[in-house]
Structures are given as C-alpha cells and as structure tokens.
C-alpha cells in the first residue's frame, strides 16, 4: 500500500507547551468517543516532559483508563535511571493520573535488547489482533526530531532504518546510552495521526529537509493517517 499523499499541517505557536497538550488532549477524546480507547504513543527527551506536566494538570483530562500508553523508544537502562523515557513520563504523567498499571507498555530497558523489542511487539501484536488489525495501530503517536534529523531511536546510516517486518527492534544511537529499542516505520507509519513536537528554533533548516524527504523522519509517512507538526515560535 502507498503512503497517503495529504500534506503535513504545521502548527506554529508561541504557547508550545499549553497548545501541545490541550491538542492531545482533544485527540484522546475524540478516539475515546469515537473508538472507545486511547492509544498514545509517546517521545522521549526534555521537549514532551513539560507537555506530559500541562497533561496530568489539566482539570478535565482524560477517562485514563480508557487510555493505552506505549513508547517511541527507550534507552537500555533501568527504569528508575535518569536516561529513561519511561521514568520521565512516569515523573511527568503516568504517577499523576489514575492510568491501570496494565494500560502502560512499558520496553524494559534493562533487560537483554532483543528480548525487550520481542516482549513488546508481542503485547502490541496481542492488542492488534483483538482489533483485527494487522499491525498496532496508534490513534497519536508523539515523536521529536533530533538535530540530525533522526525520530525515535533511527538514526542517520543505522540499520534500523530498513527494517520492514517487525514493529519494534534493538537499535544504536551515537550518543550514551548508545543502546536502544525503537519503534520501526513500518508501526510508525500505521498510526492514524503522528505528531512531531519541536521547541527549538535551530531546528528550523532540519524540519524544512525532513519536509522535503530528507533524513530518518522524513520516512514518517503514515499509510493512511495523517501527520501534524506543532512547533515551537517565540
């Protein structure tokens, strides 16, 4: 099947952080409305934590437990480590709302990488297959780009880049912890709505090259869905 051909919107707002998260917010009522369930996907970094703190503050929320967390990628390291994302958004987010432990799926970063990239792909296998799918389909996958133009944990020249079956793999990044799990395009590119989030004026040569094509994310090209990008102005 080829990628769909709507372009990316571009969202440009001085009010990142608010605008981000009431966005989300109104993307996991909608599917809750409309589907009965939430799946979320969510970045690591610094730039969504302060997202993932505006979230849990909001005083309407979300139903969470009819929410279903998952992560882009994740560092091999112990959850409670400063370089996981699991603890970021748990610090952030998850501790804060009454989110079912069983509806976070959690890479665990500190077991052996093939096995961690095995367990979650069968959990989300387990899930699409109850929804007769024939891959996990995320409602909002949230992704960062890097300044060399790399999402999630593939990065520029990684063989990672080509895999075209599994949905979730070990992966090398250049920078510590240099060992990773990440999600592929081939999940990446079945979500229904992806969205980068950017905060950073540098960045600004790399989204116009990834909007032409250009490195690892400008493989994001959702089969059916669509992608948003909410970026960051002063």
Request: overall charge neutral; some cysteine; aromatic content about 6%.
């Given at each position: 099947?080829?990628?769909?051909?709507?372009?990316?919107?571009l969202?440009r707002?001085?009010?990142?952080?608010?605008?981000?998260?009431?966005?989300?917010?109104?993307?996991?009522?909608?599917?809750i409305s409309e589907?009965?369930l939430f799946?979320?996907?969510l970045?690591?970094?610094?730039?969504?934590?302060?997202?993932?703190?505006?979230?849990?503050?909001?005083?309407?929320g979300?139903?969470w437990?009819k929410?279903q967390i998952?992560?882009?990628?994740?560092?091999c390291?112990?959850?409670?480590h400063?370089?996981s994302?699991?603890r970021t958004?748990?610090?952030a987010?998850l501790?804060?709302?009454?989110i079912?432990?069983?509806n976070?799926?959690?890479?665990?970063g500190?077991?052996?990488p093939d096995q961690a990239?095995?367990e979650c792909?069968?959990?989300l296998?387990?899930?699409a297959?109850?929804?007769?799918?024939?891959?996990?389909?995320?409602?909002?996958l949230?992704?960062?780009?890097?300044?060399?133009?790399h999402?999630a944990s593939?990065f520029?020249?990684?063989p990672?880049?080509?895999e075209a079956t599994?949905?979730?793999?070990?992966a090398r990044?250049p920078?510590?912890?240099p060992?990773?799990?990440?999600f592929?395009?081939?999940?990446?590119n079945?979500?229904?709505?992806i969205?980068?989030?950017?905060n950073?004026p540098?960045k600004e040569?790399v989204?116009?090259e990834v909007?032409?094509?250009?490195h690892?994310a400008?493989r994001v090209?959702?089969?059916t869905?669509?992608?948003?990008?909410?970026?960051?102005?002063?």
């Amino acid at each position: 099947m080829q990628p769909h051909v709507t372009p990316p919107t571009l969202l440009r707002t001085p009010n990142f952080v608010v605008d981000a998260a009431a966005y989300i917010l109104a993307a996991g009522r909608r599917a809750i409305s409309e589907r009965g369930l939430f799946r979320l996907g969510l970045a690591g970094g610094n730039t969504p934590k302060v997202i993932y703190s505006a979230m849990a503050a909001d005083p309407v929320g979300l139903p969470w437990d009819k929410v279903q967390i998952t992560f882009g990628d994740e560092r091999c390291v112990p959850p409670d480590h400063a370089d996981s994302n699991y603890r970021t958004a748990h610090q952030a987010l998850l501790s804060l709302v009454p989110i079912p432990a069983g509806n976070v799926f959690r890479i665990r970063g500190e077991i052996e990488p093939d096995q961690a990239a095995a367990e979650c792909e069968s959990k989300l296998s387990a899930v699409a297959s109850r929804f007769g799918e024939p891959r996990y389909v995320h409602d909002l996958l949230l992704l960062g780009l890097g300044e060399d133009g790399h999402t999630a944990s593939l990065f520029p020249n990684s063989p990672a880049l080509e895999e075209a079956t599994r949905s979730v793999i070990p992966a090398r990044g250049p920078k510590p912890p240099p060992q990773r799990v990440s999600f592929t395009f081939p999940l990446i590119n079945a979500s229904r709505e992806i969205v980068f989030l950017v905060n950073d004026p540098s960045k600004e040569s790399v989204i116009a090259e990834v909007l032409q094509g250009q490195h690892p994310a400008g493989r994001v090209q959702p089969v059916t869905g669509t992608i948003t990008w909410i970026i960051g102005e002063k």
